[in-house]
């Protein structure tokens, strides 16, 4: 399969954004997905994820409450909504996918990776 991530941009403190991540390639449905991030300097980090029916997700303790994960298998599309950025939300963002039942958390155990797409809140 492959990733296609966009919807990152420049944003104030406290508004929102939208990344989408679309997908290519047959099955998407039995894929879990995920987003990660990171920053400069610092290691990619788990933000969020969601099983393959949607009907499990897992957030890091940094996005709960104000980063929703979904997906719109019909159109083979994963979405992060993020709500009261922060300038430490500052990153590349990456979609993952992994052809599993499990919710995926660890970055080591996604087999696909995006691109990524830039996430950039001033304070």
């Known amino acids: 399969v492959q990733l296609q991530a966009c919807g990152g941009g420049l944003v104030q403190a406290g508004g929102s954004l939208r990344l989408s991540c679309a997908a290519s390639g047959r099955a998407f449905s039995s894929y879990a997905m995920g987003w990660f991030r990171q920053a400069p300097g610092k290691e990619r980090e788990f933000v969020a994820a969601?099983?393959?029916?949607?009907?499990?997700?897992g957030y890091a303790g940094s996005a709960k409450g104000r980063f929703t994960i979904s997906r719109d298998n019909a159109k083979n599309t994963v979405y992060l909504q993020m709500n009261s950025l922060k300038p430490e939300d500052t990153a590349i963002y990456y979609c993952?996918?992994?052809?599993?039942?499990?919710?995926?958390?660890?970055?080591?155990?996604?087999?696909?990776w995006g691109q990524g797409t830039l996430v950039t809140v001033s304070s």
């Open positions: 993952a996918a992994d052809q599993t039942l499990a919710l995926v958390t660890s970055l080591r155990d996604y087999r696909y």
């Open positions: 969601i099983s393959w029916s949607g009907d499990r997700t």
